[in-house]
């Protein structure tokens, strides 16, 4: 399988992909976004984790330009996305949880009506949508309506509108969910290779097993706040398991503890 939609990174950009400083988001009296601080390198796999309610959703539509912080900034590829939302926008790729297609395209019309929102020339966006298509397997569906699609397809087709301009940094907001086991092996495929050439993916998901086996490193948020981080073996290190899964760790650092979850009347006498 081959990956030609690599990033434009070179070395005079910045070392840091993603800088979130002093987020804050507050609805009404709540604090969703609390001060957090984080960084992701270029061509980092960075996994962003946290219980329902945490602030992980919240925190992506800011980086991403979608949600306007209380305070705060975000600088994606050094543009903060803020003060100058045309240039961080130009630099990513967003694929978020809640898909909002346009249902009356067909899988190829979408692709190439991304691929002109996005400026490239005609014969690029040819080319990028003929590649995505058949990389995610979308090829026999490209002439048909995207209202039509499972939840499946339209996830990839989704994925392949946030690629189609080969970003340099890709933000993904439960990507797995409602994938079947082969569309899933191929997105994880994709991923890797995306960065194995410079693309950095900031990566939120419920999916333990995914996120242990795709991400280098690793930051948990709670209540708002980011309450750790570090690679999978730096976060087994704090926890003093050295046999700790990923789940493991996340339920000691959120504070849940094992107890019995049976339901009574299942109980026998």
Not at 107 to 116: C, P
Not at 174 to 191: A, K, L, N, Q, Y
Request: net charge negative.
């Amino acid at each position: 399988m081959q990956y030609p939609l690599q990033s434009t990174y070179n070395n005079t950009l910045p070392d840091y992909a993603i800088i979130a400083t002093d987020l804050l988001r507050v609805f009404g009296q709540r604090a969703a976004v609390n001060h957090l601080n984080l960084e992701v390198k270029r061509g980092e796999f960075y996994g962003f984790l946290g219980p329902n309610g945490a602030g992980k959703s919240t925190t992506i539509k800011m980086m991403v330009g979608l949600l306007r912080p209380t305070a705060g900034s975000v600088l994606v590829g050094g543009i903060d996305v803020w003060k100058d939302p045309l240039q961080a926008r130009a630099l990513m790729g967003v694929l978020p949880e809640y898909l909002n297609l346009y249902e009356r395209l067909t899988g190829k019309e979408f692709l190439i009506f991304a691929g002109h929102m996005y400026g490239l020339p005609g014969n690029v966006i040819r080319q990028r949508s003929e590649e995505l298509l058949h990389i995610l397997t979308l090829v026999d569906d490209a002439d048909k309506l995207i209202v039509d699609y499972s939840v499946g397809m339209r996830k990839k087709i989704a994925l392949a509108a946030a690629l189609i301009h080969s970003p340099q940094v890709l933000f993904l907001d439960e990507p797995f969910e409602g994938i079947d086991p082969i569309s899933s092996r191929t997105m994880r495929d994709i991923m890797r290779g995306l960065t194995q050439h410079g693309t950095t993916i900031f990566f939120s998901s419920h999916i333990m097993e995914v996120v242990e086996r795709l991400c280098t490193r690793v930051g948990i948020i709670n209540q708002g706040v980011l309450v750790a981080e570090g690679t999978l073996q730096e976060l087994r290190e704090r926890a003093s398991g050295e046999d700790a899964t990923l789940e493991d760790i996340f339920l000691n650092v959120v504070g849940v503890h094992e107890e019995s979850h049976n339901l009574s009347w299942l109980e026998t006498e």
